[in-house]
């Protein structure tokens, strides 16, 4: 069965660092969204692309974080510099495309720890 | 604006017995529901979905929703709850209006199934 890949699993950072994260969407998704997730809270959209482009970044706090899916393939989120409340779950999901109805597809997520 | 509410942080109910883990929403046009679940240090899990039609939508593992237009609601149900069904739960609203068809997520409800 098909699966969103993400890495690395786990990141434990100090202040000021910078970080990076990876997803590997299910082939031939072409939507791809970047959540992040605090500890008993629902995920928040950060970035969502459709292919390459950026349908979605408003919520994304662009002085630090960067995102991109140069190919619209796989895709890049970074970090710089972390801060202490960056400390979350990093979740990459997948979908079949924007004109469809279709559910979400979640990786297992990057659990970031800034110190 | 296009939102969920859980309004339930935990629920508590006896193996064997039913269970219900409720959702309100509140949107501008159609509204295209989801459930998800989360297993610890996992990402989500798609359950279910309703987008038009009968208003009891069944799912994975043996769950179902039921919309109610005039209560606003899509609350997920499960004639007879398992031990292995204690996780977080999340309802979802795909946003319809702003053009971004981006998925807004509620808080979550933890479900605890006991033995």
């Known amino acids: 069965e098909a699966e969103v890949a993400q890495s690395p699993r786990y990141k434990i950072t100090e202040k000021s660092q910078a970080v990076a994260f990876w997803c590997d969407p299910i082939s031939g998704h072409a939507t791809l969204y970047w959540y992040r997730q605090i500890l008993g809270q629902g995920p928040e959209l950060l970035v969502q692309f459709q292919d390459e482009s950026v349908v979605d970044d408003s919520q994304l706090p662009k002085d630090r974080f960067s995102a991109e899916r140069l190919k619209g393939v796989d895709s890049t989120l970074k970090i710089q510099p972390a801060e202490l409340g960056d400390s979350a779950m990093y979740l990459c999901a997948s979908s079949l495309g924007l004109e469809r109805i279709n559910e979400q597809f979640f990786g297992p997520g990057t659990r970031l720890t800034v110190l | 604006a296009q939102s969920v509410a859980q309004p339930e942080d935990q629920v508590n109910v006896a193996e064997g017995n039913p269970l219900t883990v409720k959702c309100t929403y509140s949107v501008s046009g159609n509204p295209y529901l989801f459930w998800y679940v989360q297993y610890p240090n996992r990402g989500l899990q798609f359950l279910l979905k309703y987008i038009t039609g009968d208003n009891l939508v069944k799912g994975s593992y043996g769950f179902e929703a039921e919309f109610n237009k005039s209560q606003t609601s899509f609350h997920l149900k499960k004639p007879s709850a398992l031990v292995s069904d204690s996780a977080l739960y999340f309802c979802?609203?795909?946003?319809?209006?702003?053009?971004?068809?981006?998925?807004?997520f509620g808080t979550g409800t933890r479900l605890k199934v006991l033995a």
């Open positions: 979802a609203v795909r946003d319809s209006v702003s053009g971004t068809y981006k998925y807004i």
